[in-house]
């Protein structure tokens, strides 16, 4: 399996404009999570979802952010205006319900520079 | 309400000593407890996970974890560091399932030639 995959893997943008990150989970795990880091925050889980459905929103941090999960195998995260405190490394992560639920695999992040 | 607390922000040793990285939790479950690790400019990789099985799990590259319930720890230690465990490694606790998970700030090790 090719594991997690995002895309972009650097994004420059700037302020104000639209910015779409996207990931593609492992194959057949029924979780995805999303995650911001930055040096000041650390890692924060802002989304999950199950079975494409959002499960909780409660890490996202402002309106400007929005998930979406049209099917088992793609997510968007979107920040719409975007703001140069939104400059991070962003990940998606999966996993698979059962035992191992609690094993989540990461992708390679996004970095995000907003200008 | 869950927490992670990672004791040191960095940690340096030579290469070949024993490596410890201490984390404290705090949690009203029984919680699941992660180590992850990660490599400059890459994702994380889990390392181990605790899931009430055993207290000492091991994990991958030489990693061990004891769980301690009465220290409310679980710290991640290896009898020899090598120059490829120079990264960054994070505790990890989640609830019940795995869903709600908190990281710890993280333990940036540096190893010497």
């Known amino acids: 399996d090719a594991g997690v995959i995002q895309s972009p893997r650097h994004e420059v943008t700037e302020m104000g404009q639209e910015v779409t990150l996207r990931c593609k989970p492992i194959s057949g795990h029924d979780y995805l999570f999303w995650y911001r880091q930055t040096m000041m925050r650390g890692l924060e889980l802002l989304i999950y979802f199950n079975n494409n459905v959002p499960i909780d929103d409660s890490g996202m941090p402002e309106d400007r952010f929005s998930a979406k999960m049209p099917n088992a195998s793609f997510s968007t995260l979107k920040i719409q205006p975007s703001e140069p405190r939104d400059s991070a490394v962003y990940f998606c992560?999966?996993?698979?319900?059962?035992?191992?639920?609690?094993?989540?695999?990461f992708g390679p992040g996004t970095r995000l520079t907003v200008l | 309400a869950q927490s992670v607390t990672q004791l040191d922000s960095h940690v340096s040793v030579s290469e070949g000593t024993p490596v410890l990285l201490r984390c404290n939790y705090s949690?009203?479950?029984?919680?699941?407890l992660f180590w992850y690790v990660q490599h400059p400019n890459k994702g994380l990789q889990l390392l181990l996970k605790y899931t009430s099985a055993a207290t000492l799990v091991k994990g991958i590259n030489g990693f061990e974890a004891e769980f301690k319930k009465s220290e409310t720890s679980f710290h991640l230690t290896k009898p020899s560091a090598h120059m490829s465990d120079a990264a960054e490694y994070f505790c990890v606790v989640s609830d019940v399932g795995g869903f709600k998970t908190i990281f710890g700030a993280g333990t940036r090790l540096f190893v010497k030639a």
């Open positions: 949690s009203s479950y029984s919680p699941s």
């Open positions: 992560a999966s996993s698979l319900a059962g035992l191992d639920t609690d094993t989540q695999y």
